[in-house]
């Protein structure tokens, strides 16, 4: 009985993270990491060859995991970026704690969209390919903001 209830439990916890984390199935028995993702946007860039993106990764599980890419139709290369005391430091994965968050926001985490394969517009959307450690795969619509936008949120 135990070994039929594993393959559910996984469909119910890939079930899980493709609701973007609607938060069923957590608890503090939870296991396995439960992300969803929450505030993305681009600043409409400036620059026709790169632009920022932020975001709010949410862990709603019981085990840690780690992004270790982030790829878009719309540049060439997306770098992740750290920034700490003024000085910013490119990164290869970000961890996201068991219960917490990882948060990309301006002046601190960032993502840097290089080569941009076109100049996004205000209105426009940005699609994202996250990649996880151990969750596989989210794909996220960025909208495209004005170059001032200062969202309630704080990132």
Do not use: W
């Not at 505030?39 to 270790?68: C, H, R, W």
């Not at 540049?75 to 290869?92: L, N």
């Not at 996880?132 to 619509?141: C, H, I, R, Y």
């Amino acid at each position: 009985m135990r070994r039929a209830l594993l393959p559910a439990a996984a469909l119910a916890g890939a079930l899980a993270l493709t609701g973007c984390g609607s938060g069923t199935g957590s608890g503090p028995g939870s296991s396995k990491a439960e992300l969803s993702v929450s505030g993305p946007y681009m600043p409409q860039p400036v620059s026709a060859d790169m632009a920022a993106g932020f975001l709010t990764i949410s862990n709603e599980g019981g085990a840690k995991d780690e992004l270790t890419s982030v790829t878009s139709d719309a540049a060439g290369q997306v770098t992740m970026h750290s920034t700490v005391g003024g000085a910013m430091e490119e990164k290869t994965s970000f961890a996201i704690p068991a219960h917490g968050q990882l948060v990309f926001k301006s002046g601190g985490n960032h993502l840097m969209f290089e080569k941009l394969k076109r100049k996004p517009e205000q209105g426009q959307k940005v699609t994202l390919h996250l990649t996880f450690a151990k969750s596989g795969a989210l794909t996220v619509e960025m909208p495209v903001k004005s170059a001032t936008y200062n969202p309630s949120t704080g990132h």
